[in-house]
């Protein structure tokens, strides 16, 4: 089993990879920023942008599941933050501070049908 295989069995919370437009908002700083959503679960997500944003910073991200006409607004904060040169984008992670209850089972329940059969 590989260190990334290994971390991933010891998440809270279900992930699964995604490639999803997002939005990125740091409240009181009129920053609004288009991201792209690369994973997901109930407890978080991973972003990537084109902006630099600080371990610890709160943020508001939007975003709609597929098949979906609902935005999400999630409130959340950012846990952690690096460059990723390859790419040329920074990536965020995202941990979710605060969301309706409609919008976490939806979540949810994306992200157990995204995940493969046993």
């Not at 679960?41 to 975003?63: E, I, Y």
């Not at 006409?69 to 984008?89: C, E, P």
């Not at 089972?105 to 049908?113: D, E, R, T």
Request: hydrophobic share 45%; proline share 4%.
């Amino acid at each position: 089993m590989s260190n990334q295989d290994d971390q991933a069995q010891h998440r809270r919370f279900a992930r699964a990879a995604v490639d999803l437009p997002a939005t990125v908002i740091v409240p009181g700083h009129e920053l609004i920023m288009a991201a792209r959503a690369l994973d997901l679960s109930a407890g978080g997500m991973r972003v990537a942008t084109t902006a630099d944003l600080p371990t610890g910073q709160k943020v508001v991200v939007r975003f709609s599941l597929p098949d979906s006409s609902h935005d999400m607004l999630l409130h959340g904060r950012i846990v952690l933050s690096y460059y990723d040169a390859s790419k040329q984008h920074y990536v965020h992670g995202i941990a979710f501070t605060q969301f309706t209850r409609l919008d976490h089972a939806a979540i949810i329940a994306y992200v157990l049908a995204a995940q493969p059969q046993r």
